[in-house]
């Protein structure tokens, strides 16, 4: 089985700020706020283009 991978983020105080209380507001982490928002991006443009391999 694969391990999960590690992925460092940068972002601005101001956007952090507003992920964290989307998060929040969600019932998520910060992390699993961007995973899920990575995750409907991917699937959005499947949609639209077809398959990712």
């Not at 961007?34 to 949609?47: F, K, T």
Request: aromatic residues 4%.
């Amino acid at each position: 089985m694969e391990k999960d991978k590690h992925l460092g983020l940068r972002i601005d105080s101001e956007t952090h700020k507003k992920l964290k209380n989307l998060a929040e507001f969600e019932g998520r982490s910060i992390n699993g706020q961007v995973l899920y928002l990575v995750r409907q991006a991917i699937m959005q443009h499947e949609r639209e283009h077809g398959p990712l391999k």
